[in-house]
Structures are given as C-alpha cells and as structure tokens.
C-alpha cells in the first residue's frame, strides 16, 4: 500500500483544501481513491476524552471511559521528569487503546495570574518546569505512536475575551516567559502536532501570525510537524494557511474550504503553499497509520495505580506544625467536609474525563482508620446534603471533630468556580466552608485542612491558625486513595508548589492589568510573572515558589560550581537528616547581580528530584546548559549570555536558599551595528567605532577644528554627562566637524 504523503501529487485543488479542514469535530477526512484513511484528534490532556458520539469541545457530551489521570496542577507540583513521562506513556496507550492518533495536549501556558480559569491544565508559572515537564509528557505519549498537541500557542493566558483577546505582550517577556517553554518542548521532544491559541499577540490572531507559526515556530526553532487551529480559532483561513496554520478544526462544512479554493485561483494564495499544508496532514496522517494498533489495549488496574502514585506524588505539604502528619493507622479520627466524599478531581471544559473509577477520600481514609466518622459540614452542587440546614451540617461537623483525635477537614472550590471559558473574581474559598474552619478549630485545634483546588486560593488568616495544610489540588481519579497514603505516611509527601500561593489577590503581579478590557490585556508587570515578582519586589507570600514539606528533612552541602563552554555543572551533597525515607527536589536558581538588563533576582535553571534512606547522603550533579544563562537580547534580536559573575543558588523555596555561590561567565560578543543614532557612549563603547570616532576627532582637532570633541571623550564625567546624545544631533551642534559626510564615513569605517 502507497503511504498517505506519496497521494498529495494526485489530489486537486478541492481535495488539498479540504484535506486542511476536519471532517468532524473530531476527524481529519479521509480521501478515498489516494488511499487517505481520516485519522482522530481528540482531547487531552490528562486523559482521553473520546466521545461516544456527537461532538463539542466543552466536555459536555458524554466519552468513552479513561483513566482520569491527575491534572497539570497536580502534575506540575511533582517536579519530576520521569513520573510525568511515565503517565505520558500511559495515556499514548489508552489512545492508541481508543483508535486516537492524536491527543490534545500538554497545555503548557504560563499561569499568570492565579485568576486565569484554566490555571488547572497548565503546569506552573515558570517557563522552566512547564518546558521541561511538558517535553516529558510529550516524549511519553509519542513513544506510543500517538501524537501531541502542544498547546496553546501561545500568550494564551486566560479565558476571558479568549477568542478575540489581543495579549499585549514585550518582546523579551514573550520570549524568556511566554515562549520559551513551547520552545523547549518543541525542540527537546519534536511533537507532532502544535495548537495554535484563540487568542491575538500583540494585535495579530496567533492563527495567522507568520511571525510565531513560521519564523519563529519552524524557522528558529525547526519544527518539522503540523499546526491545528484550537477548535474554533480560525478567523481567517486563507490568512491562516499563508502564516503556517495547516489544519483548520473542527470542520466549517467546506465553506472555508471554497475561500482557499478561490485564493488560489485568483493568485493571491500560492498553491504551493497549500501542497506544504497538505503534505503537512498527509504526514501527520501517515504517523497516526504508522502508529496505530488495532489490537491495543491498556490495563485500566495499573492505570488506576499510576493515578494514584502521579496523585500522591502532586500533593504538597504546606504546612505541618508539630509534626501533626503523619497519622497512625487506626487513628482516631473525624473526616469532615463533603469533598472527601464527593471529590472534586478535575475541572470543567474540554479535558473533563469520564473516569474508569472513583476513589473517594473518605472511604480510603477508612482503610487506614476504619472508626473514622464523616460529618459533609457543608453540600457541593451535585452532593445531597444529609440534614439540609447549614447550621445543622456545622453542628454535625463539630460535635464529630470535638469526639476526634485530629479533624480531617476537607475544603475547595467549588466546580462552579473554575472552569475553561471563564476567570476567577477572587481567591477565596466559599465563607460557609471558611466559617466551617473556625468552628471546627474551636472544637478541636489538631485539624488538618485538606484542599481541593485547581488553582491558588487565599491562605492568609484561617491558615496561620491551623496547624496542618494539605495542598491536594485535582487529583483525578485516584486522588481520594494518594490523600489518605499522604496523611498516613505511606507515600512521605513530596510534591513542590510550581506556583506561589500570594497572601491576597491585590499582591498578584498582573493584578491591575488582568484581564484587561476592550478586547486588550497588557502584561504590564514584564518579565516579573510568580515568583519572579514576589522575589524583586521581597513581598511575603503565604507559600513560596518551590515549597513544600517532607516527614523528613534535608541537609544541603559542598555546593561546587565551574563554568565552562557549555555552561555550567553545580554539584552537592544532598542528605536525608531525618528519620523516614523520602524523597527531595533540589533547585537550583540563577541571578547576575548588576546585570546590565532587567532580570528577575533569580531564576530557576536546574532541579532534581531524589529519593534518600534515613541519614543517606547523595551526591548530585546537574548541568545548566550555556543557552540557559541567556536573555533575549531585543536589539540584536536574539538570545544572548550576559559576561558577569553570576549567583548560583541553590534551596529548598525560592524563599529558602541554602547554599550559594557566584561564578564567573564570559559572554557573548554581541556587537550591534552603529548609526546616526546610536549614542556617543554607544560609539565608545563600541570595539570599531570608539578608534574611528577618535579619529576623526583628532583629524579635525589637526586641521584646526573639534578640538573640544577630542578632549571631550577623555574626560568621564563630561561624557557621563552627555554620552547619551545620538551622534546625529551632536553632529548638528554648531562647529562640529562631523558633516553628513564625515558621518557616512564614520558609519561605514565603524560596521566595516
Ligand atoms: C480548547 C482546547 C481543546 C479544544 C477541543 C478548545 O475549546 O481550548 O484546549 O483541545 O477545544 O476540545
């Protein structure tokens, strides 16, 4: 049989276009006589959102069961490579298991604001986890002959206005932030496939913005795969085609099909553009062939148990006051509040998996403590409350937790609160539950909060007064069993915020910018986004980024740092100084001091997470590659390593560094090109244009003229003073010597 790509000289027209628009909502059209079979894109991404029949793109319709594996708020906490590549693996199964080719994931976006309503797919506020998990996820899924959608691509950071939203956005935050995560995913993991975002960049759709699908996407970074619009994305398709967007989803019916038919017709759309977009299907297409096995299946068990281990590996231990945690077996205990029995695992919208099970904490938690009583204390929207008023459901709570040893107290968000299509208003939990906390801390000062959220919500208050926190976020499916193995210690807890936890939404970084209005969101706070923010401006926070506690402890030392042409290699010995095995995330964190561009005072640049037995002592070595130093230098419009003597920092937090040290970089040469604008300390300064600008000085000063220019540049503060003038202006100063001609000459003798 002929391969799909070998079938693109025999189509018309018609049929390119077409083969660049779905069938369905869900399907690509197959071409028949040329052999090309329709292939499946569905959602994604911690799970596989097959639906039985019909289609929407807001998991409203009902799908084939999957194993519901913990969202990317929970996946991102696990700041560990190998774990999230094992759940890519899985999920590649269970596609391939449903005949999918493609799924639509990871979405990687930066959570900017912790208002953004879809903060729960993507991994974390920094461009470095969400890069390298994300290639994780990837490298997993397509391991199983099952393509990735990297998504969304890109500035696509909240709901609100999404289709027409035009994210206002620097050139460098862009790159070190918004981009560089897509960047690394696409040039570590090579995903088949690339989402393009609803939203505009800086005015233009991304959907058909040459710079990002073209220069950008395939020119710098050598993406070799194809570009799908987010379903519903496209604005203007010929437009789109001509940027590099090469499949429109779902189907328009062949109205735009028609548009692209015409285009190239009338000559303003060459045709050979449509072959590229339609040789880009037919490859994507031969992959999902090359890739499929009918006979697949996966084990829905160990499935489950991956879940579970993800789930358990994703929760953090916020806080943990006279070592309240871990609970004996068999202790006597009070589960309260209705999300332990009706667990909130997942958000609403498009990646909302039909589960193949439900593990509910309640009845995990009575493996562990089979006496353990249940009071709801409060009702969620789809739970039945038992005693109706709320009064009575707190005054069940309370008499449960006084009769308890320690109160388990399970609180969230509502699944009303967050979802894709629309923004949080604010970062509180509902007042009935916050109201619930103080009567049951009355009642009984040893309760652990357990939460269930699928982003950040205010601590301040309530959790200072309560002596234990469990950060339990979407756990998907099996997140009831991996909260019940944290709190009795079977799993010694792990997982590390990827997201800061801000004592009030008013001390957000885009908090006066988001979401904006007028169809206009302006990422005012720069490069400043999480931690990078609360770290510049040494605000408090309720929880730092990186944190998160153990039942063990850890000592850091012998902290080794050598530059060399490659970048640098930092080496410690990390211990395990308590009494349980457990398992720590190193970081490892990168400033320049006195850098000559802005930049966050550090950066994370390496982790590693690593699992030691009581008093075991590791030593570790990671490497951060030289690119990893850089910063996107905007006049030479590139990426470039600043020479300097930088800090390499090493800690527990980005609040809680341990060990530093400072080593010297030699940088990059970068020389830009002189005019009449550059400044005179820009000619100075300038290894060329310094000597030629003496020059001509001295010339004149020896024909009689511009002597004061000379003696001029030798004196610091007069050049201090007036450095900052283009060449041009000082040039048109009475009695200068620089002539528009001398100048020519200077400019060429000083590029030359
Ligand atoms: C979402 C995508 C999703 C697609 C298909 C869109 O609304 O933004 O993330 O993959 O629908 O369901």
Same mark, same amino acid.
């Given at each position: 049989?002929?391969?799909?790509?070998?079938?693109?000289?025999? &189509?018309?027209?018609?049929?390119? !276009?077409?083969?660049?628009?779905?069938?369905?909502?869900?399907?690509?059209?197959?071409?028949?006589?040329?052999?090309?079979? +329709?292939?499946?894109?569905?959602?994604?991404?911690?799970?596989?959102?097959?639906?039985?029949?019909? *289609?929407?793109?807001?998991?409203?319709?009902?799908?084939?069961?999957?194993?519901?594996?913990?969202?990317?708020?929970?996946?991102?906490?696990?700041?560990?490579? @190998?774990?999230?590549?094992?759940?890519?693996?899985?999920?590649?199964?269970?596609?391939?298991?449903?005949?999918?080719?493609?799924?639509?994931?990871?979405?990687?976006?930066?959570?900017?604001?912790?208002?953004?309503?879809?903060?729960?797919?993507?991994?974390?506020?920094?461009?470095?986890?969400?890069?390298?998990?994300?290639?994780?996820?990837?490298?997993?899924?397509?391991?199983?002959?099952?393509?990735?959608?990297?998504?969304?691509?890109?500035?696509?950071?909240?709901?609100?206005?999404?289709?027409?939203?035009?994210?206002?956005?620097?050139?460098?935050?862009?790159?070190?932030?918004? &981009?560089?995560?897509?960047?690394?995913?696409?040039?570590?993991?090579?995903?088949?496939?690339?989402?393009?975002?609803?939203?505009?960049?800086?005015?233009?759709?991304?959907?058909?913005?040459?710079?990002?699908?073209?220069?950008?996407?395939?020119?710098?970074?050598?993406?070799?795969?194809?570009?799908?619009?987010?379903?519903?994305?496209?604005?203007?398709?010929?437009?789109?085609?001509?940027?590099?967007?090469?499949? @429109?989803?779902?189907?328009?019916?062949?109205?735009?099909?028609?548009?692209?038919?015409?285009?190239?017709?009338? *000559?303003?759309?060459?045709?050979?553009?449509?072959?590229?977009?339609?040789?880009?299907?037919?490859?994507?297409?031969?992959?999902?062939?090359?890739?499929?096995?009918?006979?697949? *299946?996966?084990?829905?068990?160990?499935?489950?148990?991956?879940?579970? @281990?993800?789930?358990?590996?994703?929760?953090?231990?916020?806080?943990?006051?006279?070592?309240?945690?871990?609970? %004996?077996?068999? !202790?006597?205990?009070?589960?309260?509040?209705?999300?332990?029995?009706?667990?909130?695992? $997942?958000?609403?919208?498009?990646?909302?998996?039909?589960?193949?099970?439900?593990?509910?904490?309640?009845?995990?938690?009575?493996?562990?403590?089979?006496?353990?009583?249940?009071?709801?204390?409060?009702?969620?929207?789809?739970?039945?409350?038992?005693?109706?008023?709320?009064?009575?459901?707190?005054?069940?709570?309370?008499?449960? %937790?006084?009769?308890?040893?320690?109160?388990?107290?399970?609180?969230?968000?509502?699944?009303?609160?967050?979802?894709?299509?629309?923004?949080?208003?604010?970062?509180?939990?509902?007042?009935?539950?916050?109201?619930?906390?103080? !009567?049951?801390?009355?009642?009984?000062?040893?309760?652990?909060?357990?939460?269930?959220? *699928?982003?950040?919500?205010?601590?301040?208050?309530?959790?200072?007064?309560?002596?234990?926190?469990?950060?339990?976020?979407?756990?998907?499916?099996?997140?009831?069993?991996?909260?019940?193995?944290?709190?009795?210690? =079977?799993?010694?807890?792990?997982?590390?915020?990827?997201?800061?936890?801000?004592? @009030?939404?008013?001390?957000?970084?885009?908090?006066?910018?988001?979401?904006?209005?007028?169809?206009?969101?302006?990422?005012?706070?720069?490069?400043?986004?999480?931690?990078?923010?609360?770290?510049?401006?040494?605000?408090?926070?309720?929880?730092?980024?990186?944190?998160? &506690?153990?039942?063990?402890?850890?000592?850091?030392? #012998?902290?080794?740092?050598?530059?060399?042409?490659?970048?640098?290699?930092?080496?410690?010995?990390?211990?395990?100084?308590? +009494?349980?095995?457990?398992?720590? =995330?190193?970081?490892?964190?990168?400033?320049?001091?006195?850098?000559?561009?802005?930049?966050?005072?550090?950066?994370?640049?390496?982790?590693?997470?690593?699992?030691?037995?009581? #008093?075991?002592?590791?030593?570790?070595?990671?490497?951060?590659?030289?690119?990893?130093? %850089?910063?996107?230098?905007?006049?030479?419009?590139?990426?470039?390593?600043?020479?300097?003597?930088?800090?390499?920092?090493?800690?527990?937090?980005?609040?809680?560094?341990? &060990?530093?040290?400072?080593?010297?970089?030699?940088?990059?040469?970068?020389?830009?090109?002189?005019?009449?604008?550059?400044?005179?300390?820009?000619?100075?300064?300038?290894?060329?244009?310094?000597?030629?600008?003496?020059?001509?000085?001295?010339?004149? $000063?020896?024909?009689?003229?511009?002597?004061?220019?000379?003696?001029?540049?030798?004196?610091?503060?007069?050049?201090?003073?007036?450095?900052?003038?283009?060449?041009?202006?000082?040039?048109?100063?009475?009695?200068?010597?620089?002539?528009?001609?001398?100048?020519?000459?200077?400019?060429?003798?000083?590029?030359?």
């Amino acid at each position: 049989m002929s391969k799909p790509t070998e079938a693109l000289s025999g &189509l018309t027209t018609g049929e390119k !276009a077409s083969l660049t628009s779905g069938a369905s909502f869900w399907n690509t059209k197959a071409i028949e006589h040329a052999g090309v079979p +329709s292939i499946m894109l569905t959602d994604g991404p911690h799970g596989v959102r097959k639906q039985r029949e019909g *289609g929407d793109h807001l998991g409203l319709m009902d799908s084939v069961p999957a194993t519901c594996f913990p969202p990317a708020v929970a996946l991102g906490s696990i700041w560990d490579p @190998e774990l999230v590549g094992r759940v890519g693996v899985a999920l590649g199964e269970e596609a391939k298991a449903e005949g999918v080719g493609i799924l639509l994931g990871p979405g990687i976006n930066i959570k900017r604001s912790p208002l953004g309503g879809r903060n729960f797919e993507y991994l974390s506020e920094d461009p470095y986890i969400s890069g390298v998990l994300g290639a994780a996820l990837v490298n997993g899924l397509q391991s199983q002959g099952v393509g990735a959608s990297l998504k969304h691509f890109a500035a696509n950071n909240q709901e609100t206005d999404r289709l027409r939203v035009s994210a206002d956005v620097d050139e460098r935050p862009l790159r070190e932030i918004y &981009l560089r995560g897509f960047q690394r995913v696409v040039t570590e993991a090579r995903p088949w496939t690339v989402m393009c975002s609803y939203n505009k960049i800086n005015g233009v759709y991304a959907s058909e913005d040459p710079w990002l699908l073209t220069d950008v996407l395939r020119g710098e970074w050598g993406f070799d795969g194809l570009v799908v619009s987010d379903w519903g994305a496209v604005n203007d398709r010929v437009a789109g085609l001509a940027a590099g967007l090469d499949l @429109e989803m779902p189907s328009s019916g062949g109205v735009t099909d028609t548009q692209i038919v015409a285009a190239v017709a009338d *000559g303003s759309l060459d045709e050979s553009v449509l072959d590229t977009a339609a040789h880009r299907v037919l490859t994507m297409v031969e992959r999902v062939v090359d890739g499929a096995d009918a006979s697949a *299946g996966y084990d829905v068990q160990a499935h489950h148990a991956l879940a579970r @281990e993800a789930a358990g590996r994703g929760i953090v231990l916020l806080k943990n006051d006279g070592g309240l945690l871990p609970l %004996a077996r068999g !202790a006597n205990v009070a589960v309260i509040g209705e999300f332990a029995r009706t667990p909130r695992y $997942q958000g609403a919208g498009s990646s909302q998996i039909n589960p193949t099970k439900l593990d509910n904490a309640l009845d995990e938690i009575r493996v562990q403590a089979p006496g353990a009583v249940f009071a709801a204390g409060y009702t969620v929207d789809s739970a039945d409350g038992e005693d109706g008023s709320p009064a009575g459901l707190v005054a069940e709570a309370v008499a449960a %937790a006084a009769a308890a040893d320690v109160a388990l107290l399970f609180l969230g968000l509502p699944s009303g609160d967050e979802s894709e299509g629309f923004d949080r208003t604010h970062l509180e939990l509902p007042a009935e539950q916050t109201e619930l906390i103080e !009567a049951v801390l009355a009642a009984n000062p040893r309760t652990v909060v357990v939460l269930s959220n *699928g982003s950040v919500v205010r601590l301040s208050g309530w959790g200072q007064r309560v002596p234990a926190i469990v950060e339990g976020w979407l756990l998907g499916q099996a997140g009831g069993g991996a909260i019940a193995d944290v709190l009795f210690g =079977v799993v010694n807890p792990s997982g590390r915020l990827a997201e800061t936890i801000p004592l @009030e939404l008013a001390h957000t970084p885009a908090y006066l910018d988001f979401p904006g209005e007028n169809s206009h969101v302006r990422y005012g706070e720069g490069l400043f986004v999480g931690y990078r923010y609360y770290d510049a401006r040494t605000m408090e926070v309720s929880y730092p980024f990186g944190h998160g &506690l153990s039942y063990t402890s850890f000592g850091y030392a #012998g902290l080794e740092v050598a530059a060399s042409e490659s970048g640098l290699s930092v080496s410690l010995d990390v211990q395990n100084t308590g +009494s349980r095995t457990g398992r720590d =995330v190193v970081q490892v964190y990168v400033g320049l001091p006195g850098s000559a561009v802005v930049r966050a005072p550090r950066e994370l640049r390496a982790f590693a997470t690593v699992a030691l037995e009581p #008093g075991e002592t590791r030593h570790i070595s990671l490497d951060i590659p030289r690119e990893e130093l %850089a910063y996107w230098n905007v006049p030479a419009s590139g990426w470039t390593v600043e020479t300097g003597s930088y800090t390499v920092e090493v800690g527990a937090s980005s609040r809680d560094i341990r &060990l530093s040290a400072s080593v010297a970089v030699a940088g990059d040469d970068v020389v830009l090109p002189l005019d009449t604008d550059s400044t005179l300390a820009e000619w100075m300064a300038h290894p060329v244009g310094g000597q030629v600008l003496g020059g001509a000085f001295a010339a004149a $000063q020896a024909s009689g003229g511009g002597g004061e220019m000379l003696a001029l540049m030798s004196d610091p503060s007069l050049v201090k003073m007036i450095g900052s003038m283009p060449l041009g202006r000082i040039a048109a100063f009475p009695g200068s010597p620089l002539t528009p001609h001398v100048l020519d000459q200077l400019v060429a003798a000083g590029n030359a």
